[in-house]
């Protein structure tokens, strides 16, 4: 189908319903291999108990690595890929920016910044979470930003400065607190850490997610027309009858937020929200109405297979997923550059 094709009504219908089933598969999947590997009949049959919709009999071991390890694993990854290509999409429009990211905010800095206080510094004396410290530390970072920038109605620039100037500051806090402060170990970890892990995320992080998923994309969806009017700049908008600075103070804090969860969670993951933004817009153009379902689908299926290749390229290892995703994603955004090339 060529991109022409992708680009009217029944080629989207049909790419997204090629996407939902490639997302099924590939979760399957992810749920299927491993040290234990598991026949996808079985898999199949494991939710189905757990759904209520069969009740037969499999392997306890089997069906404890299925339904609490690798499933909430894989539909986590499904969500921090589907949230941070919405993301990258929304701000590479706010910001007229094709280098724009979930990142640019200094979102991911903060983040950082407030897991390493709780893992080294020890802050909260153990009432505060590695995630709590690190979404606080997320909030932070992005009420800085805010701050800066006039809550985003200082334009598109100014913003971007801000979230530069707010990841820089962030990022020399986090080192700084690791040189003085923490021994080899708690380095090790918090780099582990900065680098993104699916490592020991369950069905209460999935559902968190999910929630705030739903709540974000809907929000995004909901001012699609805005943000097609403003990729044409902030006076284009304007004069279509929308409000330039509170539209862009809703979806600044929208993204912030799914960025701030999805960090909080599991990390720095970078990449996803730079590539798949870009590869959908080549494929089916700029309407945001189609891109942020398609940039939903395409980078949760990026996501969970960025996280089958982390557990399989070394024998009993887990590499980091930020390693993956850079490691797949700048070969992936080489040929989307060749392809969108335009002739001198």
């Not at 640019?104 to 709780?118: F, K, P, R, W």
């Not at 999935?206 to 990729?231: E, K, N, P, S, Y």
């Not at 279509?240 to 937020?257: D, E, H, K, N, Q």
């Amino acid at each position: 189908m060529s991109t022409a094709q992708l680009r009217g009504s029944g080629g989207f219908v049909a790419l997204l319903v090629a996407g939902l089933a490639g997302l099924v598969l590939v979760v399957a999947l992810a749920v299927s291999l491993g040290e234990l590997r598991v026949p996808l009949g079985t898999v199949a049959l494991s939710v189905g108990n757990h759904l209520g919709l069969s009740s037969a009999q499999i392997s306890r071991i089997q069906d404890s690595v299925v339904w609490d390890l690798r499933l909430s694993r894989a539909l986590v990854a499904a969500m921090c890929g589907a949230g941070l290509a919405i993301c990258g999409a929304i701000l590479q429009s706010l910001l007229r920016n094709t280098l724009a990211e979930p990142y640019v905010l200094g979102v991911s800095a903060g983040a950082s910044t407030g897991a390493v206080s709780v893992i080294i510094l020890g802050i909260g004396a153990g009432a505060v979470s590695l995630s709590a410290g690190a979404f606080l530390g997320a909030l932070a970072a992005f009420g800085f930003v805010a701050l800066l920038s006039n809550g985003g109605r200082g334009g598109a620039d100014r913003t971007i400065l801000a979230g530069v100037a707010a990841a820089q500051l962030f990022n020399a806090l986090t080192a700084y607190i690791v040189t003085t402060a923490g021994n080899a170990q708690q380095a090790r970890d918090v780099m582990f850490w900065l680098l993104g892990s699916f490592g020991g995320v369950r069905w209460p992080e999935f559902q968190l997610l999910a929630g705030v998923m739903v709540v974000g994309l809907a929000v995004c969806i909901w001012h699609a027309r805005a943000l097609d009017a403003f990729t044409f700049g902030d006076d284009a908008a304007a004069s279509m009858g929308i409000a330039v600075g509170r539209v862009r103070i809703v979806l600044f804090a929208t993204t912030a937020l799914v960025t701030a969860t999805i960090v909080s969670m599991v990390g720095s993951i970078g990449f996803v929200g730079l590539v798949v933004p870009h590869a959908v817009r080549f494929l089916i153009g700029p309407g945001h109405l189609r891109l942020l379902p398609a940039c939903a689908v395409i980078g949760a299926i990026f996501m969970v297979l960025a996280d089958i290749v982390s557990r399989s390229l070394i024998a009993q290892q887990t590499l980091p997923i930020g390693i993956v995703t850079a490691l797949v994603g700048v070969p992936c955004f080489s040929l989307i550059l060749y392809r969108a090339r335009r002739p001198e």
